[in-house]
């Protein structure tokens, strides 16, 4: 893959006051382009400004930038310092998001900013024309690798991975490894290239493994257990399985935000189960949260448009439903019953 990075270029060469932001919710992918962008920013002595909507995982901690100034701006936190920085940076970047409005508090900040704006993602592109620079790939495993992609081409890179620095580079594993569930889906050839350059340069594979996968505490494995015991719905007619998820389990097993990653994945073990579902509560019980995986060619990203007001990649999407927890299963079965054939498979 040839990238042109003569636009981003000329547009990081003009710029001051950067910010880099990442989606609702921010996983490791996210976390991880926009840490590594800080980091190769700052190696280039441009200063820039980390802002995401909602707060992180506390595993991800360790990716903060070290320098307390930076430190990554939580909307939910400081809304009105967001929309400042929003509205006064040369350059807005956009890292693993494909709609301004997985950015939940900023859309229109960042559509009336006076500075250029600027989309580095893999979803399947749908607002591409919002951005002076896209650049959008979805043959990738992740927001990372396709960033590193971008990195290697600047002309101060040259290909040359040990250049990014290794705080950079971590960062880079970080959302390739957590966007793979560890090498298990969407992993391309580029994938095994990016890592084995990541990992040839220092990058420390089983402590960032350790650090991110292997994180959680006695109650969060109590509660996946829980949750295959006893959540667990199988629906053989549909190929699919689902579980929900609600405010007082979360209580009665000490729930921390991330304790649910990996939960959607279970059912998929299962050989007659194709489609999988995880609906969680919000804490403040205002929506559903809706995440889902398929196998092979069945199209999540296609049912999340439909029928869960979201959206994301063929195999893992997610979404929302505005409705009670105890309405969600007949809702599931009737959109699974009138989920079209030819906009299930793609
Ligand atoms: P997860 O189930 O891990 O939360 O999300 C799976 C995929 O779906 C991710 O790529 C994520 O970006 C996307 N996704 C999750 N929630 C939403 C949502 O509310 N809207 C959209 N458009 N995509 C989502
Ligand atoms: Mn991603």
Redesign the pocket.
């Known amino acids: 893959m040839q990238i042109d990075t003569s636009p981003l270029e000329a547009i990081l060469n003009e710029a001051h006051d950067i910010v880099l932001v990442g989606?609702f919710?921010p996983?490791g992918d996210a976390l991880g382009s926009v840490t590594a962008a800080y980091h190769y920013l700052k190696a280039r002595g441009k200063r820039s400004r980390i802002i995401l909507p909602s707060p992180y995982p506390d595993n991800m901690s360790f990716l903060e930038p070290d320098d307390p100034q930076d430190r990554m701006l939580i909307c939910e936190n400081d809304l009105a310092e967001a929309r400042r920085l929003v509205t006064g940076a040369d350059a807005v970047i956009c890292l693993d998001l494909n709609?301004l409005a997985?950015t939940e508090y900023l859309e229109d900040d960042i559509l009336s900013a006076q500075g250029k704006k600027v989309l580095v993602d893999h979803?399947i592109p749908a607002e591409l024309d919002r951005f002076d620079v896209a650049i959008s790939d979805t043959g990738v495993s992740s927001t990372c690798e396709l960033l590193f992609r971008v990195l290697l081409a600047m002309p101060d890179i040259a290909d040359d991975p040990a250049r990014l620095g290794i705080r950079c580079a971590e960062s880079l594993y970080v959302g390739m490894m957590t966007d793979t569930n560890n090498f298990a889906n969407s992993v391309y050839p580029g994938t095994f290239d990016m890592a084995g350059r990541l990992i040839g340069i220092g990058v420390d594979k089983d402590g960032l493994q350790e650090k991110v996968l292997s994180c959680y505490s006695v109650s969060r494995t109590r509660l996946m257990g829980h949750m295959v015991k006893n959540k667990m719905v199988v629906l053989p007619r549909w190929k699919t399985a689902y579980m929900l998820l609600s405010n007082k389990e979360k209580a009665r097993y000490h729930f921390q935000p991330g304790d649910s990653e990996g939960f959607?994945n279970l059912p998929l073990a299962i050989a007659s189960v194709q489609v999988s579902a995880l609906f969680t509560e919000n804490a403040d019980g205002a929506y559903v949260r809706v995440?889902?995986r398929s196998k092979g060619r069945i199209d999540v990203n296609r049912f999340?448009n439909r029928f869960f007001n979201?959206?994301?990649?063929r195999n893992?999407?997610?979404?929302?439903l505005y409705m009670p927890l105890s309405d969600v299963p007949a809702y599931f079965e009737q959109a699974l019953a009138a989920w079209p054939d030819e906009e299930k498979f793609s």
Not at 310 to 313: K, Q
Not at 316 to 320: C, E
Request: glycine content about 26%.
């Open positions: 989606h919710n996983d709609r997985r979803h959607v995440s889902l999340a979201g959206g994301g990649h893992a999407a997610g979404g929302r």
